[in-house]
């Protein structure tokens, strides 16, 4: 039995040994990238340069714009969708932005699919095997950070952006200045991203008038509201799980806002379970839950179809939504509840009493790219030149639109109107090709304001409630001022990256637990779950960004 | 060629490998192709398994990556959430299967009991139609029909009269729930293997127990179980196998953020630090614990019944 | 083996045999129909919404029967053609993976019950090592990615066609089931192992090649984990499974998708369920056709003394 034991183990040491071999060998193994973590200012001078703003005409770089000596070839990674009959790597417009623009400077596009919802993996098995393509991109900062944590981008030269891409450039100089820089070194570039207020919250008019009340104007109004059509027999105001994207403290804080304490706790990737304004939110919660006003099983509602479903079916009278021209939750509202009205809330109707209504401000950029950590000196200059490229408003407005006449016509004011049911070869895909133009632009502009707000009510509003998206607007443009965008740190913070997963389920299960404690034991409940979270990794979080305030390391 | 001594203490001739290769050469050229399989599919990858000694970067890769000996090891065995999710792991599969192994057996037998063929068939088929369904489908239907505030199960109970029972949003509830739906879920596929086993048994030995005057249930016990007892014992070794393994999908589709009693789980924790963590070194680290502790008690159970006089896996 | 009967068994009297087995065939009977039904529940559950108004669907007010029928979703399902040829597609990959499978696994788990076979225990370790150790996604992709199979059909076909689970399963069945003695005087008689593989232990073995076979296929047509990491670029040879989870996947997206500008041009909830009765349909169908594969009596005549 030794025996036998013995040569087994030999063996299967043998057989793995061999293996590990066949499988490592051959592989391209790089050299470790340089993780510096430096702190200097970030550099605006290249290489061969003094370090001012000086004159540049092609010093150092080498002139493409009669094409490339050899023909180079670029992968731009797109988001398949799985659409129907739509295959993203071959179709009318990758042929049109290969002959306008690949023909013509010698350079060979290639589109690369990655899958929406599984972009990380697709991501980091094709890094593993070395076959990602030219742009690394995330919408997310926190996810773009990971990616150049694990060497995956290239540092930038922004002086080579300007030189390939002027008018790409001058359109994101500031962002990227501001926004592209980790630990002394810049390694993102951006899409724009031009103001969106299509996320609106819909409540039951009809409800509102059936127990005699107006619009709420603040928390205290709503909660009576609520409290109202709850002895009506209406139903109760919603509720869904808050998992991400932490927004939900915005109407409970301070104003005006002090620039430290937003840096140290307001975090879209963390709640910040230990600040006062998340005191008072879940405070309120609790007594909304403790009173029949939200939905009790607000926590089953973890997407949007369970969240949805209350709406619908007349269980709940208030929901959230980014409102679309396509969206049909107010048909199948009517569907179920015929005499159902449809109006937007105020948001001032979640703020307490004495404050005001604030919110995030969106970030100025929509994609988040940086560049694959193997692409070459020419490969680089050819994306810089496809940006460029792309940048230049009649190509935008063709990958936007497609061909005038065919997929569209104008109005008399300029405004381009889809054909409707148009199924011919210049068929764009089913989110308007927005998942190759995302790369310079997050939704279609148009110079003129008017025109703007034109194309954005027919984007945004289901056909006969155009009325929605101009009253979200008129919020919009009146709260504007209490609009505050995320502190950035020029520096990495290690802890929210390596806690942030573990404090999201944390939270969960925390704040849930708080909301659904009897009112009288909601202050002890809260201590506790405060404790449980600073000890779960948030004490480290606060440790590590507290002194990168003291050193002024934030924006 | 050697002359040794043998268990019985015979001298006898001991044959040298080649003899054998010789001697069964045919057995061993069926089996060239599927050990090529295993070894280009099964063991050429397994040499990822070293990212559990690395601090893994994805464009390191597995060489480049800096050894770090058991750290990442210390690293998980020193966080309390891992050995609750230990005890979570081991407590479901082992409810699970202690409800859910019999329960195919038991259907199987009734199954071949049945005189008509059709309902047979026809059972038989319905039965394991929840094998079909994924689990997402299966979570949200258990929500819609066992939700405390609005489930079907629950409007129609408390329209009799009854009081609400929280079939999934109260720790103990949840974990007789998580059971009972799992094994509902396996239990009409897991039969089909035994419906195949009980017709291998000879009908030579029916026919000798009636004459013996044996009835329905005698017949069962003394002829059908032991005449499947290897399918049984295989069975439940490869599934004594997986009870610290499991997948993520069944409890995350059933587990609501209320009732966390017991859904953190390891397969749970291998999601969330492969997958949403992107933490690798860490989800194959406790993959690997996974698997060893698979392989001791797989080794271990095999022994058992090797010795209680079964052939046993091995 | 008869005397421990005879002293164990009660003496059973003929007529009351009979009312007690027609009442406990009743009782079985009535057994099985319950548990049946809350097995086809779900799956009726499914169909109604398959076959509902969406607003009825998302509401959550379709239970057994459809409400606003309407076929919407299934004239879509089959006016796609991408899901048509995802549908010739897996019915091709399953067939070959089955086909591969069962070759590798017959001839495997035959040699391996033979008790006389050296190395045989070494060689059955080897195999079950691999079901409870594996690399991980990353290393399997890098090895498909070396291998030259991605975005090719095989990446789903070769690499889990050899199942170490479906081998033991298999070996088990030919160890306790196939008499030593009736392999061994074939050998006599001098046939090969090849011919008694195919003449004597293939014919013999019906019920469980029959259950094997059905595994390897139900297996490979429910699973899309792998097409999911390996079919990437080349979007003609997704499989059904595949399809079905992207449009779960877009669906349960809606937040994002509309933020991003989607424009839904489909129902998800409707359209849902209708693909999972698509996609589920014909694997369900398989099973009753090889049920005449569990046929008693196979060993009848086959063994002597």
New interface residues.
Partial sequence: MKK?LF??TS??MA?LLIMGLV?AC??KEEPTDSNKTSTTAPKKDDKGDSGEDSTKDGGGYTDYSNGFPENVTIQIPVY???F??W?V?DNYYTKWIQSEFGDKYNITVEF???????EV??Y??ML??G?APDIIFHYDMPQALAYYNEGATQVLDLKEIEYYAPTYYANMKSTIEQYGAVNGEYHFFFAERPE?Y??VTLIRQDWIDKVGKTMPQNLTELNELLKAWKEAGLGNGGGNLVMNNFTYDYPFRPWPIDRNERALYSDLSVAAFTWQPTYDYLKNLNYQYNNGLIDSEFYLNT???TT??DF???NSGIYS????????VI???L??NPEAKVSILDPKAFVPEGKVPQSRAYWPFGMIMGINHSTSAEERAAVWMYLEWMSQPENLFFLQNGPEGETYTKNEVGLAIPVAGYDGEARLS???N?DYW?LVI??AQYDDLQLNYQANLN?WAPAGYEYLIEDAYKYYEEYRQYMTPDALFTVVIESVANNKAELNDLWQELYVKCVMAPEAEFDKVYQECAEEYLAAGYQEILDEKTEAIENGLFN | MKMVKNDAGVLKVRKGFLY?IKK?W???T??L???L??L??????????I?SFKDYKIIKG?LGSKWVGFDVFKKIFEDKKFWEACRNTLLLNGLTLVAGFPMPII?AI??N???GKY?K??????????????W???GA?AY?LFGYADG?INNFIEDLGGSRIPFLQEDYHWLVSYVLINV?QTM?WGT??Y???I??????LYE??TV?????F?KIK?VTLPGIR??IV??LI?QL?RIMGGSFETVDALSNVATTKFTRTIPVLVYRS?ILNAK?SE??AI??F??VI??IL?LGTDRIAKKLGE?G?? | M?E???S?????KPGS?SL??RM??WI??L???L??L???L??V??LAKSLS????V????V?LYPK?LNFEAYKKVFS????IRSFFVTIFVTFSFTLTGM???V??A???S?K????R???????????????????????M??LGMLDTIWSII?????S??N???MK??F???LSDSLIESAVIDGA???RI?RSIVLPLSK??L??IT?FYA?GRW?AYQDA??YI??N?NIRPLQL?LY??????????N???????????P?VLKAAC?IFT?LP??CV??FI?KY???????GA?KG
């Fill in positions: 036998s040569k087994l063996f299967i057989m499988s051959g592989k398949d969708r799985a129907e009959n295959d790597k690369i699919a990655i899958g929406r919802s599984t993996q697709d980091t098995q593993a095997a076959t969106a299509n996320w997407d949007d179809a949805q479903a619908v079916s007349g939504l980014y409102l679309s021209k396509n969206s049909t048909e199948n509202l569907i179920n089913n989110n308007m927005k995302c997050e939704s984007n | 054998y069964d045919q057995l061993y069926l089996l192709l599927p050990i399989f295993a280009v599919f099964k063991y050429g990858p397994m040499f990822g398994l990212i597995f259907l009734l199954l009991e049945l005189k309902f068939k026809v059972t038989q088929t319905v039965l394991y139609l929840p094998h079909f369904l994924s997402v489908v299966i239907l819609q079907a509902w009409g089909i293997i419906l195949a086993a017709s291998n048994v000879n009908p030579e000798a127990a013996d005057g044996a009835g329905r005698a003394y290897s399918t295989t069975l490869m196998g492969g690798y989800s194959t993959g690997l996974q698997s698979a392989l797989v052939d896996l091995i | 008869e421990v009967m005879q164990k068994v009660k003496e059973n045999n007690k087995n406990t065939d079985i009977k057994v099985l129909f548990i049946a809350t097995c086809v779900p799956f559950h499914v108004n969406e607003a009825y998302i509401a959550q007010q239970y606003g796609d053609y991408s899901i070759i590798l696994t001839c495997a035959y040699a391996l033979r006389h076979l050296k190395g225990n070494v060689i059955t370790f080897l195999f079950m090592f691999t079901l409870y150790f594996a690399g991980g996604i990353i290393p399997d992709y890098l090895l990615n070396k070769l690499p889990l066609a050899f170490p689970y081998l033991l399963i088990t069945s160890q306790s089931s090969s192992q090849f593989l019920p469980i029959a259950t059905l139900v429910n999911l990491f990437k670029q979007i399809k992207y449009l779960i996947a877009t669906s349960t997206e809606a937040v998708a509309a933020m991003e500008g989607t424009a839904q041009y489909t129902n909830e999972i589920t694997i369900i099973y009753p049920q569990f046929v008693k009596g196979t060993m009848i063994v």
